[in-house]
């Protein structure tokens, strides 16, 4: 398949929706120089149900359900520009089980460092500098940090987490780092 190209402008969102599809899988390349904000919305309400940023020269694959569109975001004073390929089809369903609990909250970067972060069987997110990431995850996942070639926990999912809150990954680093004996 031939790789389209998206030029996004600065401090703008670009939209990518194809309504005939029941739903298709996304592979998008970052070409920019800076990270580029990714987001799959569900289309009634605009609510984000995935979301994750690309790291300059990296590349994701994205599963996006008919009932969604797939949103870039340009956060920067300058251009960003990313190549895509669609695949028509339904997305790639994950087994089928029994529903398990999901948790939606914000993960926080309050730092001006990008922090790569682990969750396993879901996704690498690389949250950027001063930037927030809306995850939607199942009770009991946990969140890694990798520090020195190993693994840190950083957080486990709970149904204590409010729907919606916004936690502050580095005050996460900070605990796991510094545990209070």
């Known amino acids: 398949m031939e790789r389209s190209t998206v030029v996004i402008p600065p401090k703008q969102v670009v939209q990518i929706d194809y309504p005939y599809y029941k739903g298709f899988v996304v592979k998008l390349w970052n070409k920019a120089k800076f990270d580029v904000g990714v987001s799959a919305r569900e289309h009634d309400t605009d609510s984000l149900r995935k979301g994750f940023g690309l790291s300059k020269g990296a590349n994701a694959t994205l599963n996006v359900p008919a009932e969604m569109y797939l949103q870039l975001e340009n956060r920067f004073l300058a251009p960003l520009k990313v190549e895509y390929v669609v695949y028509k089809g339904k997305p790639v369903k994950r087994k089928a089980g029994p529903a398990t609990p999901q948790r939606g909250f914000y993960l926080v970067n309050s730092t001006a460092q990008s922090i790569p972060l682990k969750i396993p069987g879901i996704m690498n997110p690389n949250l950027s500098p001063f930037s927030k990431s809306g995850v939607d995850l199942p009770i009991g996942q946990k969140i890694l940090l ?17 729907k919606g809150a916004r936690v502050n990954v580095a005050d996460l680093i900070d605990r796991a780092l510094n545990p209070e004996e």
């Open 146 to 162: 990798n520090v020195a070639g190993k693994d840190l926990l950083l957080l486990t999912v709970t149904d204590t987490i409010p």
